[in-house]
T-cell receptor, first 113, second 112 residues
């Protein structure tokens, strides 16, 4: 069963602009992860944020988590053409008795040079 | 290089064929996964193996049959598939079932 849902489905920006992608989920989680997928490749893990954390940074990436709203956001600052990819959030569903992570359908980001 | 290798990268088969997808990881991980990725749909978790034991089967049709002979190798045996089974099949591994996953580049499967 799907847990995370990303919004928007597609986002197109100019190089140098910031990109914000959102993720909403339905049940309580232990952690939330963001992944990136380049066309024709597998997913690559970007950041893991635990339920007791509110914000995390990694280079040009900033992830926030609001457990009261069951939502997370991924901000990419000063975007580059190489950031063009699909971005997915994934949540654990331990509370449901399920094992493993559940992924959304992703946000397709296009950064124009 | 993600440490997870999938073969073949592309596979075209008829509905009556039998084929197998292979996944190998050299990361010392204990959990391995099969996912199905179709266009504009969420990534579908198919099977989870933890310490070579299958811990989850997400109502996957029996025409898909997983095999995990050891913690480094995972297979997906395919037989009498349907056209709607055409998709990208991704394998992943992780230290445990909530740790970050490392993905292979997938097998693009086309059913004629």
């Amino acid at each position: 069963s799907q847990q995370g849902e990303e919004d928007p489905q597609a986002l197109s920006i100019q190089e140098g602009e910031n990109a914000t992608m959102n993720c909403s989920y339905k049940t309580s989680i232990n952690n939330l992860q963001w992944y990136r997928q380049n066309s024709g490749r597998g997913l690559v893990h970007l950041i893991l944020i635990r339920s007791n954390e509110r914000e995390k940074h990694s280079g040009r990436l900033r992830v926030t988590l609001d457990t009261s709203k069951k939502s997370s956001s991924l901000l990419i600052t000063a975007s580059r053409a190489a950031d063009t990819a699909s971005y997915f959030c994934a949540t654990d569903a331990v509370i449901l008795g399920d094992l493993g992570m559940r992924f959304g359908a992703g946000t397709r980001l296009t950064v124009k040079p | 290089e993600t440490g997870v290798t999938q073969t073949p990268r592309h596979l075209v088969m008829g509905m009556t064929n039998k084929k197998s997808l292979k996944c190998e990881q050299h990361l010392g991980h204990n959990a391995m996964y099969w996912y199905k990725q179709s266009a504009k749909k969420p990534l579908e978790l198919m099977f989870v193996y933890n310490f070579k034991e299958q811990t989850e089967n997400n109502s996957v049709p029996s025409r898909f049959s997983p095999e995990c002979p050891n913690s480094s190798h995972l297979f997906l045996h395919l037989h009498t598939l349907q056209p709607e089974d055409s998709a990208l099949y991704l394998c992943a591994s992780s230290q445990d079932e909530v740790q970050p996953q490392h993905f292979g580049d997938g097998t693009r499967l086309s059913i004629l």
